[in-house]
Each structure stands twice: as C-alpha cells, then as structure tokens.
C-alpha cells in the first residue's frame, strides 16, 4: 500500500504563494492534486503523468505549477496568486499505471491512492 503525504498547507493574503508537496511511500506513475471545499465537490486542480506531461483546471492555469521529483517520489503543486477561492483542502492522488493527465484531472481515471490532505487557506 503506497502512502502519500501532503504537506505546505497554510493561511495567506491573497496574492501570497504557497508550495505544496507530497510524498510517495514509493514510485507512483501519475500524480494529482484536487481540493475540496466543505459541501462541495472535490474539483481536480493540476495532474501529471509519467512522461511529465501536465494538465490543469482552468481555474488555476497560469498561477499554479506542478511538477514531480521522481529521484524523491515526491509531487509539487506551485501556487502562485493565491486568490480567497483557492482555499480548500488539498489532496495528493497518485496510480500505480501511467494515465493521461487530462483523464485524471477530470476525475474520469480513478486513482489508486490517496493523502489526507493539506489546509489552504486565503485571505482577502
């Protein structure tokens, strides 16, 4: 069983950054990260597959980056602009097989695991 742990969560002014990692108990082939908001959905917010291909909501494009360190087993999510809608819960998704990101962004790829997450959270 793959753990994966999130971590970087934290409260900011709008326009503030944030980084968020996580790391893999060990190598996963594709990677996520989602938020959710209480009584909300859970929204894919940027996915990566194992070439390093990336993909992302149209929410967050331009402002975030996520990019994924495979000598650590460890995901980045980049957070730049934070804007007071950015604030959720963030989980890291991982699947043991490669699939493209785009499918896993939009939640038509199940994952094979997931983190507990990590608080976001912007002020205006």
């Known amino acids: 069983q793959v753990q994966l742990v999130e971590s970087g969560g934290g409260s900011v002014q709008a326009g503030g950054t944030l980084r968020l990692s996580c790391t893999a108990s060990e190598y996963t082939a594709s990677m996520g990260w989602f938020r959710q908001v209480s009584g909300k959905e859970r929204e894919g917010v940027a996915a990566i597959d194992t070439w390093g291909v990336t993909s992302y909501a149209d929410s967050v494009k331009g402002r975030f980056t996520i990019s994924k360190d495979n000598t650590k087993n460890t995901l980045y999510l980049q957070m730049n602009s934070l804007q007071p809608e950015d604030s959720a819960m963030y989980y890291c998704?991982?699947?043991?097989?490669?699939?493209?990101?785009?499918?896993?962004?939009?939640?038509?790829?199940?994952?094979?695991?997931w983190g507990d997450g990590t608080l976001v959270t912007i002020s205006s």
């Open positions: 998704g991982a699947a043991r097989s490669n699939h493209a990101a785009a499918l896993i962004l939009r939640g038509r790829q199940p994952l094979d695991y």
